[in-house]
């Protein structure tokens, strides 16, 4: 089953506007991470932002937040203000345990476009 | 400080051969955990490592292997290569084992290995 969805294969933005990366996730433990990567074409993962699961408050860094609906299962990042380096793919993420075997299993990721 | 170094970038084998990947996590990280990612299947976890012990594991055959060492640099060796073995390997450190800690235990990609296998 998948855990990690993220429905949104590509998107075109036009530069300088806010943008919304959909990320919705499934798991039954109440202790999880959620983590979202940017991937230019050189292939690095660069870490973007982290959200847990007992966090108050959404996450923050700099341009990047991330709407945690907890209820929802749903973990949107947002870009504001979007520049031509933010084009690239983006990984949403989850750190689970699964029958005592805990590792970060990721979306399909959503391809990024930033267009002048 | 310096992020995770992965070794070689770039390397093409050729089928039946094996291989071997080096990661040299961030300064005072001790996990570090293995991905690969291939267009078809997308990133898939294949072990973790803590303190020189494999902690996790993915849904890899045997010929994936892995170690850590006691500077908490790490390889992952596949050998009997198949041409489905070319991927973007992924090496990522953490302070803390993955699943453990609190929002502080970031984890943190490296730049990749492409593997190419003929």
């Known amino acids: 089953a998948q855990k990690i969805t993220q429905t949104q294969p590509g998107m075109f933005v036009q530069e300088k506007e806010a943008v919304t990366l959909d990320c919705t996730y499934d798991?039954?433990?109440?202790?999880?991470?959620l983590f979202w990567y940017k991937q230019p074409s050189s292939g690095e993962m660069i870490f973007l932002i982290y959200?847990?699961?007992?966090?108050?408050q959404n996450a923050t860094e700099g341009r990047y937040s991330l709407n945690f609906q907890k209820a929802r299962k749903s973990a949107n990042l947002v870009i504001s203000a979007s520049q031509l380096g933010d084009s690239a793919m983006y990984f949403c993420?989850?750190?689970?345990?699964?029958?005592?075997?805990?590792?970060?299993?990721f979306g399909t990721g959503t391809r990024l476009t930033i267009i002048p | 400080k310096a992020g995770v170094t992965q070794t070689p970038r770039y390397l093409i084998k050729t089928r039946g051969q094996q291989v071997t990947l080096s990661c040299s996590p961030i300064?005072?990280?001790?996990?570090v955990s293995w991905y690969q990612q291939t267009p078809g299947q997308g990133l898939q976890f294949l072990f973790e490592y803590f303190s020189e012990t494999q902690r996790n594991k993915g849904n890899f055959p045997g010929r994936f292997s892995g170690r850590q060492f006691s500077n908490s640099r790490s390889e992952m060796n596949v050998s009997t290569l198949e041409l489905g073995d070319s991927a973007l390997y992924l090496c990522?450190?953490?302070?803390?084992?993955?699943?453990?800690?609190?929002?502080?235990?970031?984890?943190?990609f490296g730049e990749g290995s492409w593997l190419t296998v003929v």
């Open positions: 993420a989850m750190r689970e345990v699964n029958f005592g075997n805990e590792k970060l299993t």
């Open positions: 300064s005072g990280h001790r996990s």
């Open positions: 959200q847990g699961s007992y966090d108050q």
């Open positions: 798991t039954s433990d109440p202790s999880y991470g």
């Open positions: 990522a450190s953490s302070l803390a084992p993955m699943g453990t800690g609190n929002s502080g235990n970031t984890i943190y």
